[in-house]
Each structure stands twice: as structure tokens, then as C-alpha cells.
């Protein structure tokens, strides 16, 4: 199961220079390229 979070979102931390999201959930790491492309995921 995934971990409780209710606190709040912090959208600057979420999104990065480009606006592309940074993680899905926690531990969900994007990785994004010079086009702003998806490039990765990782899945837990």
C-alpha cells in the first residue's frame, strides 16, 4: 500500500523549470529530457 501523505503540496518542489511533474507518488521518480520528453520512470 502507499503511505498516507496529507500535507500539503509543495508546487514548487513538485515541478521542474520547465513545468514537467518530478514524481507521480512518492518514490515515483520522472525523469524528463532537453525536449521535455518523458524519459523515465520508476515504479515501486
Known amino acids: 500500500s ?3 501523505d496529507d500535507g ?5 518542489k513538485s ?3 520547465n513545468g514537467n511533474l518530478l514524481q507521480l507518488v ?7 529530457d532537453a ?3 518523458l524519459q523515465h520512470i520508476t515504479t515501486v
Do not use: K
Not at 8 to 12: E, K, L, S, Y
Not at 26 to 32: I, L
Open 15 to 17: 515541478f521542474d523549470a
Open 8 to 12: 500539503d503540496v509543495d508546487f514548487a
Open 2 to 4: 502507499l503511505p498516507d
Open 35 to 37: 525536449r521535455n520528453q
Open 26 to 32: 512518492r518514490g515515483q521518480v520522472m525523469g524528463w
